[in-house]
């Protein structure tokens, strides 16, 4: 438990893409989870707690750069320390 003392503050938004504006490499060094409707997801790609919602993959389906196909669900998101 000292770790999430020393881990920097959880942000609103993080994203698990390292090309995207919202990746943030000092919280994934610590293990992160986050809950959906209070259910933890594991699958996660992108997150954001003040608007509420997470993206995770849509199955199987990749995009033309082959990278899988995200959808967004909706609900009360909650970001912690593992």
């Known amino acids: 438990m000292t770790d999430a003392k020393q881990a920097p503050a959880m942000p609103d938004r993080l994203s698990v893409d390292p090309h995207s504006p919202h990746h943030d490499t000092a919280v994934f060094e610590h293990e992160i989870g ?9 699958d996660v790609e992108e997150y954001c707690i003040s608007e509420g919602w997470v993206k ?4 199987r389906a990749l995009d033309r750069k082959g990278r899988p ?11 912690f320390y593992r």
Request: no cysteine; charged share 40%.
């Open 34 to 42: 986050i809950r959906l409707n209070d259910k933890e997801r594991f």
């Open 56 to 59: 995770v993959p849509a199955g």
């Open 69 to 79: 196909l995200m959808i967004k669900l909706k609900g009360k998101v909650e970001a």
